[in-house]
């Protein structure tokens, strides 16, 4: 039996914001395990997060049980995500009070589409398909009130005017299938892609919300969610499909001059992912009236913000909800157990 009360699974937890993030939650969560996934963990995220922990929080842990542990995922696959909760439910895990779902993926623009294992376009399948199966699948590991976050960005609304092409939603098929024929393969770059996997992050969040309203009504229980713009930071390695020059000049030279950066893109909104990191476990421990009152929200680091106006459409919420279930059931009991929350 684990040594610990609750387990905390941050996905993307091997780097950037889900490193800091992870870092954040073991430090102020001493009881709870903390689980980091990512396709690997090259650099020995777990190692390096348990000396940043006890080095701040000044002695060594005395337990047996590590805190924080590395479990494989892809989130592109979804037979690798069913084969991770399958994994995940063999370890004896306490149940997950926090479920980060942060890890993400962006393609530059003169990429060609990349197609996932499943046949759908990588940038949504990792972003939302991977992570929407892995909440549906993780629900009886979960507490009665767990809380849900997931990492979007400030991408997702043009109104923002990040510099990046405007988020596009029609349906969730035209997302996940582009075709010379639908026309989005043609118009959307790697960027808009991201942008719109960004979008369908605070739709779905919205559509989930709808779900967990009428189960917290009812007493089944009490879970929340909501949506995070942790604001643009250089240095993570998202932009690592653009090569290792702009990777190094992002690390080492953008990270000094956030200044810059910040009068560049007339935006306050860019911090280090250390500083976004705490911001995303504040949201991520939210619990009681607190994290119910902020339930179904969109947030731009710790405070909460109205987000784009297609994300309110109650109907892209809903064509994505069921293009998503239907898309990953695989029998008519999962349908409608992942349709019931
Ligand atoms: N950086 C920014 O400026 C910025 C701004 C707004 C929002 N965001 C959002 O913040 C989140 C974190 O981004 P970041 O900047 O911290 O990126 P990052 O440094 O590249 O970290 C991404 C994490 O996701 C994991 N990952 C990538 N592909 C995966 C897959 N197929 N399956 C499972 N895990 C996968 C990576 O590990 P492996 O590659 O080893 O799998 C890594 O741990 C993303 O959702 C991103 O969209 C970032």
Request: charged share 25%; glycine share 8%; net charge neutral.
């Amino acid at each position: 039996m684990s040594q610990y009360t609750s387990t905390i699974l941050v996905t993307g937890g091997t780097l950037g914001l889900g490193f800091w993030a992870a870092y954040e939650l073991a430090c102020n969560f001493p009881n709870s395990k903390i689980i980091i996934s990512a396709r690997s963990d090259k650099e020995n995220a777990v190692d390096r997060l348990d000396e940043l922990v006890q080095k701040r929080n000044s002695s060594p842990s005395n337990r047996k049980e590590r805190q924080i542990g590395f479990r494989p995922l892809d989130l592109s696959s979804t037979s690798k995500v069913r084969k991770f909760v399958e994994d995940f439910a063999a370890q004896g895990y306490p149940p997950v009070s926090s479920l980060v779902l942060n890890a993400g993926v962006q393609f530059h623009e003169g990429k060609e589409v990349t197609l996932s294992s499943d046949g759908v376009e990588m940038t949504f399948a990792v972003n939302h398909l991977g992570h929407a199966l892995l909440l549906y699948l993780l629900k009886p590991h979960m507490t009665t009130d767990a809380r849900i976050v997931f990492v979007a960005s400030g991408v997702h609304d043009p109104a923002q005017k990040t510099g990046l092409p405007d988020a596009k939603y029609e349906t969730a098929e035209l997302l996940a299938h582009p075709t010379d024929k639908n026309g989005y393969e043609v118009n959307q770059g790697g960027f808009q892609r991201y942008s719109s996997s960004k979008l369908v992050n605070v739709l779905f969040i919205y559509a989930l919300e709808e779900r967990l309203k009428k189960a917290r009504e009812a007493g089944r229980s009490n879970w929340t969610v909501c949506a995070m713009d942790p604001g643009l930071m250089p240095g993570t390695g998202l932009a690592r499909e653009m090569g290792p020059v702009v990777m190094w000049l992002v690390t080492h030279i953008l990270t000094r001059m956030l200044w810059l950066l910040k009068l560049a893109i007339r935006s306050q909104n860019v911090h280090l992912p250390q500083n976004s990191g705490k911001n995303l476990a504040f949201l991520a421990s939210k619990k009681g009236p607190d994290a119910m009152q902020s339930s179904g929200q969109y947030f731009e680091g710790a405070r909460a913000i109205d987000s784009s106006v297609d994300s309110h459409n109650k109907m892209k919420q809903e064509d994505l909800w069921r293009w998503t279930v239907d898309f990953l059931a695989k029998d008519g009991e999962e349908k409608e157990r992942f349709e019931n929350f």
